[in-house]
């Protein structure tokens, strides 16, 4: 949960504040206050992720919390990354495909030494973002990454 945080602000919080904010919306991201953060370390890990026979739910003292509010349909779908919640992920996988070839790919995968694009997504958002600030070598080697899934 620490390493998460650590690299929060370089990826999923940059859609809790500089897309709202480039549309003069202020947005709030509140399960990232700081007393809700310190808080969450003092509860214990059964009432995070609980084990009902075979399966474990995740967010339980969330969903307990709610259960009286919220349809069960919401209440015990699965956790998914934020892109499969939207269902953008399918739409964004197909353009990038169409947008890069295979070779393409295979040629530009490794952006400095030792240090790999994971997919054609990933690949042309390095495009742009090394056309427009052409960062050195060992800046790209302190970049925060996350762990990418391929569908």
Excluded: C
Aim: proline share 5%; aromatic share 18%.
């Amino acid at each position: 949960m620490i390493d998460l945080l650590k690299v929060e602000h370089a990826t999923g919080l940059q859609r809790v504040d500089r897309i709202p904010y480039a549309f003069g919306f202020e947005a709030r991201a509140p399960w990232f206050d700081y007393d809700i953060v310190k808080f969450s370390f003092k509860v214990p890990q059964k009432y995070k992720i609980f084990r009902d026979k075979n399966k474990f739910i995740e967010k339980y003292i969330i969903r307990e919390t709610f259960k009286d509010i919220l349809p069960e349909s919401i209440l015990l779908r699965d956790k998914a990354k934020f892109s499969k919640g939207v269902g953008s992920q399918f739409y964004l996988r197909n353009y990038f495909n169409k947008k890069i070839s295979d070779q393409e790919f295979k040629e530009k995968q490794e952006i400095i030494p030792g240090i790999f694009v994971k997919n054609k997504e990933e690949l042309y958002y390095w495009n742009l973002f090394s056309k427009k600030f052409a960062p050195s070598d060992e800046y790209v080697k302190h970049i925060p990454r996350t762990a990418v899934f391929s569908l």
